[in-house]
């Protein structure tokens, strides 16, 4: 609860890790409206889609990226932004990573080892987000 209660009231989630597998923290702080602010790399770029559900941003390693990231901090503290990200943050996980969406994902992996499985016909989109 103390962890939900620090991300649920941050002015923002900055997310600036390497290699990053999957972006499952901009999922939770979106799921408790607080805007996610990520860099354009690995993980991050199958949850965020940069101004509908949050920012993607350049690293920042000169005047032009920082200037890039100051701009959305602040673009984070418009109450309007906060909501329509979160709503389309929202609406991204329902259509993309449900309990069926990991369920059938799992599936269709075991079924590639030739295990007799069922499939359904779940649309799951592959790779990285085509934003």
Known sequence: MELVSLVRHAHALIAVARTEGF????ME????NTPALVVDE???TH???DGLNGRRLPWPTDDD???QWVEAIQQAGDEANRDQWSMAGRKRILERFSSNHQAE???R?????????EL???EILPGLDPA
């Open 47 to 49: 949850t965020i889609t």
């Open 105 to 107: 994902g799992l599936a």
């Open 120 to 122: 359904t016909d779940l």
């Open 109 to 117: 992996g075991l079924a590639t080892l030739d295990v007799q499985v």
């Open 29 to 32: 702080a979106v799921m408790v």
């Open 65 to 67: 990226s920082m200037q």
């Open 23 to 26: 972006g499952l923290t901009p």
């Open 42 to 44: 690995a993980g991050f």
